[in-house]
Structures are given as structure tokens and as C-alpha cells.
């Protein structure tokens, strides 16, 4: 074998892809594989939204790698259908304003990065988990078919996925 792998250049950053591969050796071609469809994820580093932003339904998941806060002022709002993925021990702080009004067979998922379900390799042990969302006495939180995974530490003797001290809807 003179070659192992591929790169794909003109993957399509907005969605999933779908591979199929074969053996060739000289003039013995291989059968083709059955399809696999890789993923396509959005990076959000960290850091504060401050202006009005839209994360759109484009096939892709958006990836969540470190704390991310809404400033005060600010709206996020999420499309129906869209899969937030979190890395572990991580969290989203609202200040300001979430919206992730999902429909009925287009649910906004906020899970962990490992959640197997949703392409991950999955959640194992506690270390897995994301920390959760926290509305504070400014943030709001406009939800409807919404659905929230494997969140939540322990601390003060309860496990929070979801705490609010300013509005939810």
C-alpha cells in the first residue's frame, strides 16, 4: 500500500460529507465500502458574545471548547434543529438574552462533546460532563423544544444542568 491517506480539500464546511473508499492494486479494483458521513463542526473557542448573533441550522455542530458568556445586551439565538456540543467541565453563562426555540421535529440539543448519540464516543464518567447553563439575575432564556444532556457538576450537594436566577420562557 503506497497510500493511506486522503485529504479533502473541498470539504463542505457547513454540513456533512459522505465517503465511500475501495482497494486498488494494479489492474484488481475492490469493492466500495458503504457510505460514511463525517460531521461537520463549528469551533467556538470561548469568550463573550457581545453583539446579536445567529447560529444557523447548516448541518454542522457547533462545538463549544471552552466557558462561553452572553454579555448583558446581547441575544444568541440558536435555530431549530441545531446540536451544541460542549467539551467537558465547560459552560454557558447568560447575561443577556438565549433563544433556542426548537420545533417539534426540530429539537436544539445542548449536550456533552462525548454524547454518543450525536457522534461522539461517549460519556463515561463525570469528567465527560459539561457544566450546564447558568442564567443570571440579567440573562434570559427563551426556550421551546429544547433538550439538555448530560450537564450538570456537583457542588453543594446538587447537580445543576440548568440554574436560573433571571428569566426563563
Not at 446581547?74 to 451544541?84: D, E, H, Q, S, Y
Amino acid at each position: 500500500v503506497s497510500k493511506t491517506s486522503y485529504v479533502h480539500t473541498g470539504a463542505s464546511d457547513t454540513g456533512n460529507n459522505v465517503y465511500r473508499v475501495r482497494a486498488i492494486t494494479n489492474e484488481i479494483k475492490g469493492e466500495w465500502s458503504e457510505p460514511v458521513t463525517i460531521v461537520t463542526q463549528i469551533i467556538i473557542k470561548s469568550g463573550t458574545i457581545s453583539k446579536d448573533t445567529v447560529w444557523e441550522n447548516t448541518g454542522a455542530i457547533y462545538l463549544v471548547e471552552n466557558n462561553l458568556t452572553i454579555a448583558q445586551g446581547a441575544t444568541l439565538a440558536i435555530a431549530p434543529g441545531v446540536i451544541v456540543k460542549f467539551k467537558g467541565n465547560v459552560q454557558l453563562t447568560i447575561n443577556g438574552n438565549l433563544i433556542a426555540k426548537g420545533e417539534e421535529n426540530k429539537t436544539i440539543i445542548f449536550t456533552a462533546e462525548k454524547d454518543a448519540e450525536y457522534g461522539g464516543s461517549d460519556v463515561v464518567n463525570a469528567s465527560d460532563y459539561w457544566r450546564g447553563i447558568l442564567v443570571t439575575i440579567t440573562g434570559k432564556f427563551v426556550g421551546d423544544n429544547v433538550k439538555i444532556k448530560y450537564a450538570g457538576v456537583y457542588n453543594d450537594n446538587k447537580t445543576v444542568g440548568l440554574e436560573i436566577a433571571g428569566g426563563l420562557n
